[in-house]
């Protein structure tokens, strides 16, 4: 690096010793010889020299020095140049009429200032004869006009200039550097991109909050017009639909992006669903960290590829808002076994690898299979070996699932849930039978939001209680449906329904009847046989009917026998 304190200038030879004057000597000159020579003006002490920075490269505060203190150009009036072998010398005034001009005195020539600083490859230039001006001094002075005028007119000298104007404009905050200008444009590139990013994320999240499948039968395509007739699946429909109402954004990266940089492939999609995974968990977990405490619910399962899951969530207080929370927070696969020192092990480095302390792990809920409740080997027991604080429970949802279950053993609470189904399946098999109902629930219950029983889920426990407790409402309008279907009989409605209607009506009536308080057992037991005899006639009714359709259809195929067909040979 060049240093711009001014370098010493170089030591002087003999022939140019005598052009300058020092201060010692032109004391001790008599005013007679003083008079004889012209006067010896001596250089600024500030001066620096251009050949000095021919070739070298300079930092832009170094240029900017160099140029605004135009120390390179400065020769004092009264300087004597120096003269060649021909008798020429340097003329002072082509400094004046060229203003890009400067001269060095350690090589008696003239350089082209904006060429040394700002030139680029000399030897490229044409017309540049060894890079006089730029990399050589001028000093040819008897054409000295002649190839200055020219040189203003090489395109390498124009392109310096311009070079060094733009640079000092930027140097003096009137106007932004190149590489500002492409750093701006980069910026508004990458802004672009993360708005259209941000609507890719914003699909995922949208799937995934409404339980869509992302993918489709094909998703290959970009948009629904690209895939008319297999499905692009959610997340492309949703962007086309996105661009169609008005994300211009969206619409002009698809329209212009390259295939592979528009971002909807299925990679790119499993990258944003993990993204947005893992930004979810680490949320959840600073909450849990903000609580301190917690406990690990965890419970093993075989998916579809038969491969053993560890499901792991946390129950913790949340401190914004005072509540108690249960969040899903990891899918561990249980690659090692499922004995409970394997899934200690891996629960322990599950939540180690979440980030959770497991110094204020203060509860464990598993359900009571051995490997995980056993008192010696069990997960719940090798972990409370090392974090003696975390206390094992049985899931209380796995409890109650369990006392639900067997509670279905019992014949009469059996019966009772098969009377309900039986009358779920009977309306909602049948849409005439619907409306009926609803026009008994107009009738006796016209303040009911409920038009419809709920069916009784075999796999969920919980929605059976909202089911009991939508058919308990609507007890009444049901029984009274039976009956209205039962006395309007065959003539409008079909022998099953009657028959179905009458017996589901006898068990409904029965079981409230039996349960009501203060029931007397001798008209408990005539109300039983009641309901026994009725369901005999019914019985007998239905064959009856069923044998005058036997009959009925002898009848026709006597009267209208089959033909035998053969093919001809």
């Known amino acids: 690096m060049v240093n711009l304190r001014h370098p010493q200038p170089p030591p002087q030879t003999p022939t140019q010793s005598h052009h300058l004057a020092q201060g010692s000597d032109s ?44 120390n390179l150009k400065t ?37 082209c200032l904006f060429c040394v600083l700002f030139g680029r490859d000399f030897s490229s230039y044409h ?45 003096d905050r009137k106007q932004p550097s190149a590489r500002s200008l492409i750093s701006r444009a980069l910026s508004e590139r990458i802004a672009q991109n993360r708005l259209v990013v941000a609507s890719l994320i914003k699909t995922v999240v949208l799937c995934g909050r409404q339980c869509f499948a992302l993918r489709g ?79 690990v619910i965890a419970d093993e399962v075989t998916d579809l590829s038969n491969k053993e899951i560890l499901t792991l969530v946390i129950r913790y207080v949340e401190l914004e808002s005072t509540t108690i929370r249960e969040d899903f927070v990891s899918y561990v696969e249980c690659d090692t ?39 010696a080997k069990g997960a719940a027991a090798l972990i409370t070996k090392r974090h003696c604080l975390a206390l094992y429970l049985h899931c209380s949802s796995h409890c109650l699932n369990l ?21 779920y399946v009977f309306f909602d098999s049948h849409p005439k039978r619907q409306k009926s109902l609803e026009k008994a629930i107009s009738e006796f219950a016209p303040a009911s939001k409920i038009l419809k029983l709920k069916d009784l889920c075999r796999t969920r426990w919980v929605q059976r209680i909202d089911a009991l407790n939508v058919f308990r409402s609507l007890l009444l309008p049901v029984v009274a449906c039976f009956q209205s279907i039962f006395s309007e009989g065959p003539s409008l409605w079909s022998s099953d329904s009657v028959t179905d209607a009458k017996s589901l009506e006898l068990a409904l009536c029965l079981t409230s009847g039996l349960q009501a308080e203060g029931k007397d057992l001798l008209c408990a037991v005539k109300e039983i046989d009641t309901v026994i005899a009725t369901l005999q006639e019914a019985m007998e009714l239905y064959k009856c009917q069923e044998d005058v359709k036997n009959k009925d259809i002898e009848t026709m195929f006597q009267r209208h026998p089959r033909k035998n067909t053969t093919c001809a040979p």
């Not at 008599?30 to 620096?48: I, L, M, N």
């Not at 809920?365 to 995980?372: Q, R």
């Open 27 to 70: 004391e001790t000159e008599s005013e007679g010889e003083s008079e004889e020579r012209p006067p010896k003006v001596a250089r600024p002490t500030t001066y620096s020299d251009i050949a000095d920075y021919v070739g070298k490269r300079l930092s832009s505060e170094e240029l900017y020095a160099l140029l605004k203190e135009d």
């Open 75 to 111: 020769v004092p009036d009264g300087y004597v140049f120096p003269k060649n072998k021909k008798g020429r010398s340097f003329q002072k005034r082509w400094l004046e009429l060229y203003k890009w001009l400067a001269y060095s005195e350690s090589e008696d020539g003239g350089y």
């Open 127 to 171: 017309g540049c004869k060894q890079g006089c001006l730029a990399r050589g001094p001028l000093t040819s002075f008897g054409k000295a006009l002649e190839v200055l005028k020219k040189h203003t007119t090489k395109e390498h000298h124009k392109s310096a200039a311009l070079r060094a104007h733009d640079f000092l404009r930027v140097m």
């Open 217 to 295: 039968h094909r998703d290959s395509g970009v948009c629904l017009e690209e895939s008319v007739e297999a499905n692009p699946g959610n997340f492309l429909a949703l962007l086309q639909f996105q661009m169609e109402a008005g994300d211009k954004v969206l619409a002009t990266h698809v329209s212009k992006a390259a295939k592979n940089g528009r971002y909807t492939s299925p990679q790119v999609q499993n990258e944003i669903i993990d993204v947005v995974g893992s930004q979810i968990t680490k949320s959840i977990v600073s909450k849990v960290n903000a609580g301190k405490f917690f406990t």
């Open 337 to 375: 076994g499922v004995t409970g020192k394997c899934l200690a092990d891996k629960i322990i480095s599950s939540l180690t690898t979440l980030g959770l302390n497991l110094n204020y792990l203060r509860g464990q809920a598993y359900d009571g299979a051995g490997n995980m409740a056993g008192a």
């Open 403 to 423: 006392a639900v279950v067997k509670s279905l053993q019992i014949a009469s609470i059996r019966n009772m849930m098969g009377v309900i189904n039986r009358t």
